[in-house]
């Protein structure tokens, strides 16, 4: 669906993306995280040609998009939506008006605009809404609206710009389940920028990590978390504050181990003490994560390693002595294990 190689774009002397290589499938939720400047929005902007490139390749559903005359390239924007964390909607016009606008550009027969703007309002959730005007609407009732907006003329792929970054968490969480449900409904493929890793554990079958322009992880969301790779571990922020001394070290505890007691067990096995500094629980897509942080005193430190490797569970040290092994216990998935 799209191929990006070797992309490279500069403002003036300013390289705002160096080099990027990434591939999204079809119906595919693919996330570009990083935080700002990273070069995200550049990047989305030029999968749709709103902005050019100097090096590389950008194809989109096969075509490539700099070489792409006016008349082609506003064929290829057709098929492609796009929502934006201003919502950017007429706050003249009301819901219905807004979502019929493309329609109406595209000169679409008016005894179609009407059953398609309901439809996509009563798939969107806001169809009781459609004579209220824009101002009147909550944040996420407009981002509702730009949805569904985007989905007028029945695009191929979604874009995503920082969509949710102006809502509240649980108004978030109500646009991620939406925007979900219609890439399931419809094998949309969407392709999400931004800079919340909670949005990107959520709802990202895969992503690309950026800084500065450049790659600094690329992959399957699930298996870049379990193995938190340094680049995005520095991006995700640990989010406890560690008591001092000992050494601290983040367990993961997927759905199939979650159930059995580890933590009594490895301390009555081995006859240590040690302190919990936190824990959570995450969503990646359809599964929960459990996440631990255990402080263990450096004197035992190497046989609780020796433990946590016999379980093959999941394990990173946040910090403790140089020469340790900073992760470990990540059963791959091409060795046929679940970790």
């Given at each position: 669906m799209?191929?990006?190689?070797?992309?490279?774009?500069?403002?003036?002397?300013?390289?705002?993306?160096d080099n990027v290589d990434m591939a999204v499938e079809r119906g595919e939720i693919f996330g570009i995280v990083g935080h700002s400047?990273?070069?995200?929005?550049?990047?989305?902007?030029?999968?749709?040609?709103?902005?050019?490139?100097?090096?590389?390749?950008?194809?989109?559903?096969?075509?490539?998009?700099?070489?792409?005359?006016?008349?082609?390239?506003?064929?290829?924007?057709?098929?492609?939506?796009?929502?934006?964390?201003?919502?950017?909607?007429?706050?003249?016009k009301n819901v219905f008006e807004n979502v019929a606008f493309p329609l109406r550009i595209w000169k679409t027969p008016a005894d179609r605009i009407g059953k398609r703007v309901m439809e996509l309002l009563d798939m969107v959730g806001i169809a009781a809404k459609r004579d209220e005007r824009i101002h009147k609407l909550s944040g996420g009732q407009k981002q509702r609206v730009g949805i569904a907006r985007a989905l007028a003329l029945g695009p191929e792929i979604l874009l995503c710009d920082e969509a949710t970054s102006a809502l509240d968490p649980k108004t978030t969480s109500s646009i991620l389940d939406l925007?979900?449900?219609?890439?399931?409904?419809?094998?949309?493929?969407?392709?999400?920028?931004?800079?919340?890793?909670?949005?990107v554990k959520r709802l990202c079958h895969r992503m690309l990590l950026l800084d500065g322009g450049v790659t600094q992880?690329?992959?399957s969301t699930e298996e870049l978390f379990l193995t938190l790779p340094p680049n995005l571990r520095r991006f995700a922020d640990e989010e406890y504050t560690l008591i001092p001394g000992g050494v601290h070290i983040r367990l993961m505890f997927p759905r199939d181990i979650s159930q059995d007691s580890v933590i009594t067990a490895m301390a009555r096995e081995l006859n240590i003490d040690f302190?919990?500094?936190?824990?959570?629980?995450?969503?990646?897509?359809?599964d929960v994560f459990g996440i631990l942080i255990i402080n263990v005193p450096h004197a035992h430190l190497e046989r609780v390693l020796g433990y946590l490797r016999?379980?093959?569970?999941?394990?990173?040290?946040?910090?403790?002595?140089?020469?340790?092994?900073?992760?470990?216990?990540?059963?791959?998935?091409?060795?046929?294990?679940?970790?």
């Open positions: 799209i191929r990006i190689s070797g992309l490279s774009k500069s403002f003036g002397e300013h390289r705002v993306l400047g990273a070069g995200k929005s550049t990047l989305l902007r030029c999968l749709n040609g709103l902005e050019t490139y100097q090096e590389g390749s950008v194809e989109v559903m096969n075509r490539e998009v700099r070489l792409l005359a006016r008349r082609e390239l506003l064929d290829l924007r057709r098929k492609i939506g796009m929502i934006f964390q201003t919502f950017n909607l007429m706050a003249r925007l979900e449900s219609i890439n399931q409904r419809l094998n949309l493929t969407i392709v999400l920028v931004t800079h919340q890793m909670e949005v992880a690329l992959g302190s919990i500094a936190g824990g959570k629980l995450d969503r990646y897509l359809d016999k379980r093959e569970l999941p394990w990173q040290i946040l910090d403790g002595p140089e020469g340790i092994a900073a992760a470990g216990g990540i059963a791959r998935k091409e060795d046929g294990k679940t970790p």
